[in-house]
Every structure is written in C-alpha cells, then in structure tokens.
C-alpha cells in the first residue's frame, strides 16, 4: 500500500489542478474561435465534452486510489495533463484545418461549426481533463492516509482547488488571453499544472516532471505564426486577441480594387468592417444603405445640423460614409471592443466623420448618455451571428427611443435572408412595440435587412427623391449613391409586416432559439413549386413581380403555387427567389424546369446564365454539406471511444 502525502504538498496540488482546469477551459473557446467561432453552441461543446471527460476522470481516479503506487499516479497525471494542454493549441489549428471549415459560406457553415466544435473539444480538450479530473480524489485519499481525517482532508482539498480555479479564472480572462494569448496562455496554465506535479511527486517522479516542464517551455517557442492564417491571396496586416474576440485585418485585391476587412472569430466569407480602395462605399454592402437614414429625418434641416450615433461601429465604415454623403454631420461612435476602433484608425483609410467614441456596451451608452440624436444606428454582433439581446428587447429600444428628437430615425442591421426570417420578424416586432412606425427593406444581393423605426413619425420613401451626393465625391461613387437613392425612394421596396414575430423582453431572450431557425435549420427540399391554383397567369405574374420589387421571396413562391399554370418566367421568379432563400437545389431545379418549357431565345440564355452561377454557388454548400458528414462520423467515432472507455474504467 503506497504512503500518504504531506498537507501542503496536496493543498498546492489540489490548488494547482484548479488552476490549470479553469484556465485551460477558459482559453479553450478562445483557441477554437479562429475555426468554429465562439457561439452558444461552442460554448456549449466545449463546456459539455470537459464536464463528461472530467466526470469519467473522477471515477478513474476514484480506482486508482486502491492501486499499490497510487502516490505516485499525482505527479503522472498532472504532468500528462500538462504536456497534453502544452499540445492543445496546435492540435486545435490541425484540426481546424483539416475540417475546412473556414471556407464555407455563413449561412451554410452553422451544422459543420457545430459538430466541428463537438469534435475538436473531444478530439482536443477531453484527454487532458479526464486526466486532471483524477487527481483530486487521488489527493483526497493520500491525505486522509497521511492522518488528516477524510472529512477534513476532502474540504480542505476542495477549497484549495476552488481557489485555484477561481485564480486561474480571473487571471486567464482579464490578464493571460489579452496580454499573451490564448495559445501561451494555455501553456501558463501547463506550467502551473507541471510546478503542481513537481510537488506533489516523489523524488523518483520529478525527473520526469522537469521534464515535462522544459518541454511546456520549448511549446511556447515552437507554437509561433497566426492563430489562423489567411485565406490564399490575402494578406494578413493584423492579428489581435482581445477579451472579448479574436481580430485578424484582411487586404486583397479584387480586380482593380484593393479591399481591407476586419474579420472577427471564425470569420468564413463575413466581415464586420470593408473599406475599398479608391471609393467611400462599400460595393453594395448595407453600410451604404444605412447613409439613407439621416435623410428620413422628419423636419428636413440639412446634414450639418444632426447629430447621430453609432452603436457597434466596428473599424467605422458607416462613420467613412457619412464623413462623405453628410459633411459636417457628427457621429457618436460606440464599440465593446476598443480594438476594433484601433484597427480602424490604423488600417482603415479615409475620412471618417467626426464625433466622440467609446469603448462601451451600447446599452450601457446609452444609459449613461444624456445626448440627444437625430439617427441613432445600431449594427452590433456578438460571436459573429447573434444580434445581443440585450440590444434587441422592449427595454432597449425604449432606451434608444428617450434618446431620439421628434421625428427622429433608429436604423438596425438585421441578418436575414427574406422578410420571413426568424429573427427580423421578432426585432421589427419588438420595435414596433414602442416605434409608431418601423418598415424594412432587405439589402440587394446581401444577407442584411435595414429596419428603419420613426418617433412620432412616418417613413417616407419619397425623402429620397431629388436628394443627391456632394459634389466632391468621385464620378463613380455619385452614381451609385444615386442608384442606392432610386431604389429606396420605391415605395414597393419597404414593407411594414402584418404579423411581425414574438415581442423580445430582457427576461424573455428568444434570439438564440430563433437564430437556429435562420441559420440551423436552413430547409431545401429540393423540389419544385407546384402550380396548382386558380389564379390567372397575368395575375400572378404581376402579384410576383411586385413581390420580388420588395424581396417577399416567400410571396414569390405562393404567386406560383396560386397560378393556375406556371410559366417560364414565373419559374425564373421562383428560382431568383429560392436562390436568395439559399435553397439552392431548389433554385437549380426552377431554372431547368424553366429552361426546358420556355420558348423565348433571350429567356433561355438568362435562364442557362442563372443555372451556371447558381451551380458555381452551390459548390460551398455541397462543401459544408460534405464537412458536415464527415464531421458527424468523427462525432460518432468520439462518441463510441468515450462509451468504451467509461466501461472499461467501470471495470478498473
């Protein structure tokens, strides 16, 4: 029977394990985030896989306990923890590499993001914890050998080890991942792990203990380079690792334009900032649209005279766009993440308006805030798809509302595909709720919604009309600002939704279960519209054509359902709009179905057109889809490993 082990030596151990636990756990999100994001569903794997390995590690080390070198099985285990975490950064980025996830679309990316995190967390973090795990009731048992009474000996070791884990947690999010990195963060917490090995061995063990020791610090040289590299063709000008984010800037050159970017977490083909050399648009990106809010201002007094807000400004884009469509309009800009603003300053070029910033939660912003604003906009994102709900409830836009003059503007930036979007239909809903008048234009050829609210007023389209750029501004951006204004002064574009979705309280925050219905659970049956109705063809040609001038998508897809023959140009209808959907193998079936009955040589070509793009871009789909697969195997081969070994640690 092994010997028992001195009080301050357990105490240390116990103190350490709690460390390394929580500061690995802590850091591991922050490792993934570069290839999975750092979502709810992240989150939740990560915290889920180490709960079952740590669960399996007690009981493992429960067994050992009886074992005849049982005080020597400390030391072994922490030091086998160690080198294993030492190795989880690398690991981390093989496995996110090997998934290839980063290089699928957003909206088709979710499914892969979801078991990738599943698996990389088993794959990467379960071995180390399960390890750890078996620690304490190692140290409980040595203890209570070395004379301290059980009960004694297990509250003291709990309390150690809680405060262990209450250091490592405070340390790894306020100090470790901002000022060094997740990845030499991990390796402090492997070292603090290896110093608890050394004590609690025995002098036959610490051999092996500084063993493991310079190899934690032969990783922290060896892991160097981006957490994540760059896509092939661009350039990586900046990496940062924040409390809140992990930050890479983007510069390509797309034809004869050079673009910057600010990518945040797993980034796929999504941005949170774009500036584009040579003009102060952002091709097309509803950045450009929300310069239409100002000019909604009821009381009509020029540019100059209003004051706007900011709230989630990123590396200030929207600022880079009023600074040149509203001379002299002040904007107040607010980010959570001063780094962001930062990277603004140093990558993004251009002059932006003017105005006061802060390094703020928006809500608490405006809490804080006694100005008053003419438009206040708000395009804030956390862990990339989630709108906060925080910024998303009745309480919020009550907030939002006190600080808008009469007949002020509140302009949102809401992802979604169609108007039938879960979460848009619950944001307009919410607004609507304290707004007298709130309508939504979806975005032309993006996956973004503009939600325009007014108080004590009305949204006129018709403010648009004769309004025009400056004449400083370059040829090319003067037209298309005119093309944004033509397109928005159509009446025909804005809706005002007749059952908006479910009204968001602080107490009641549905946007997670709602954002897996926009993004989880995206539905292509692959099948065509049947058209069964006993609408006439000319009718439902027209109600289509209205329905595809405001982005109804789904209203495009019933007007053919209703007709009572279905044409070729309603099925181009219906194929432009299942594409927007991003039902793409619906959307291919539409156009051939098309293509087959149409007679129209001029149809025909636009229809072969549409077929070859739609093909092209389903191809990252058919790649997620292919991830996914591949994915769920891992997931059940990590599944099947984990059940053998919890039997055959039943048997230990």
């Keep these: 029977m092994s010997g028992g082990l001195t009080k301050p030596r357990a105490l240390c151990a116990a103190a350490a394990t709690g460390f390394g636990v929580m500061a690995a756990e802590l850091t591991a999100v922050r490792l993934l985030a ?69 290089q699928l679309p957003l909206d088709a990316a979710m499914p892969a993001l979801i078991r990738g995190s599943l698996v990389a967390s088993a794959v990467v973090f379960a071995p180390p914890m399960l390890l750890l795990a078996a620690v304490s009731p190692l140290l409980v048992a040595l203890l209570s050998r070395s004379g301290v009474a059980l009960g004694r000996a297990a509250g003291d070791l709990a309390a150690a080890g809680t405060l262990g884990s209450l250091l490592g947690t405070f340390l790894a999010t306020h100090v470790l991942v901002p000022s060094l990195g997740c990845r030499l963060a991990m390796l402090v917490a492997a070292g603090v792990l290896v110093l608890g090995a050394l004590v609690a061995s025995g002098r036959r063990e610490r051999g092996a203990a500084a063993a493991a020791l310079l190899l934690v610090v032969v990783a922290s040289w060896v892991q160097r380079g981006p957490l994540r590299a760059p896509p092939a063709g661009v350039e990586l000008l900046a990496e940062r690792e924040t409390p809140y984010q992990f930050l890479q800037v983007h510069r390509q050159r797309v ?41 909604l201002v009821s009381d009509g007094r020029p540019a100059a005279e209003l004051r706007a807000a900011s709230i989630g400004d990123g590396a200030g884009s929207l600022r880079k766009i009023y600074g040149a469509i509203h001379p002299g309009l002040r904007v107040d800009s607010c980010d959570l993440d001063g780094q962001t603003m930062l990277l603004g300053d140093e990558f993004f070029d251009g002059d932006k308006a003017e105005g006061a910033r802060y390094a703020l939660d928006g809500r608490l912003f405006l809490t804080h805030s006694d100005a008053i604003y003419d438009v206040i906009h708000v395009d804030a994102y956390a862990h990339q798809v989630y709108v906060p709900a925080h910024l998303a409830s009745v309480e919020f836009f009550e907030h939002a509302r006190r600080h808008l003059c009469e007949g002020g503007v509140l302009a949102c930036n809401v992802g979604a595909l169609s108007v039938d979007d879960a979460v848009l239909r619950a944001v307009v809903g919410t607004m609507a709720s304290v707004f007298e008048d709130v309508a939504v234009m979806m975005v032309p050829r993006t996956r973004n919604a503009l939600v325009v609210a007014c108080r004590n007023g009305r949204i006129d389209p018709s403010a648009f009309v004769g309004a025009a750029a400056p004449a400083a501004m370059n040829p090319d951006d003067r037209d298309r600002w005119s093309r944004i204004l033509a397109h928005a002064a159509d009446a025909a574009r804005w809706q005002r939704l007749a059952a908006p979705g479910p009204i968001l309280r602080d107490d009641r925050p549905l946007l997670d279960q709602l954002l897996s219905e926009s993004y989880v659970k995206i539905a292509d049956p692959g099948s065509l519209v049947v058209a069964g109705g006993d609408r006439r063809v000319a009718d439902a040609e027209q109600v289509c054509f209205e329905a595809a001038q405001r982005g109804d998508w789904g209203a495009v897809l019933m007007s053919l359902a209703e007709s009572e023959a279905a044409t070729a140009w309603l099925r181009l209808q219906a194929g432009d709009a299942r594409w927007r959907l991003r039902q793409l193998r619906s959307a291919a079936l539409e156009y051939r179905e098309a293509l087959r009955v149409s007679s129209d040589p001029e149809l025909k070509a636009t229809l072969s057109g549409r077929i070859e793009a739609v093909t092209e871009d389903l191809a990252p789909t058919l790649a997620a889809d292919a991830v996914a697969a591949k994915l769920g195997w891992w997931s059940a081969f990590v599944l099947a490993a984990g059940l053998a070994l919890v039997a055959g640690v039943r048997r230990v």
């Design 34 to 102: 570069p290839h999975f994001g750092d979502s709810a569903y992240v989150w939740t794997n990560v915290i889920g896989v180490i709960l079952a390995a740590m669960a399996t590690g007690a009981a493992l080390g429960g067994r050992i306990c009886s074992w005849p070198d049982a005080s020597r099985w400390p030391g072994r285990l922490l030091s086998g923890g160690a080198l294993l975490l030492a190795a989880a950064p690398w690991l981390a980025g093989w496995f996110g590499q090997m998934t290839e996830v980063s």
């Design 255 to 295: 034809g004869e334009q050079q673009r910057t970017t600010l990518v945040i977490n797993e980034g796929l083909d999504s941005f949170h900032s774009l500036a584009i050399e040579g003009s102060v648009f952002t091709d097309g990106n509803y950045y450009d649209w929300h310069a239409l809010a100002p000019l």
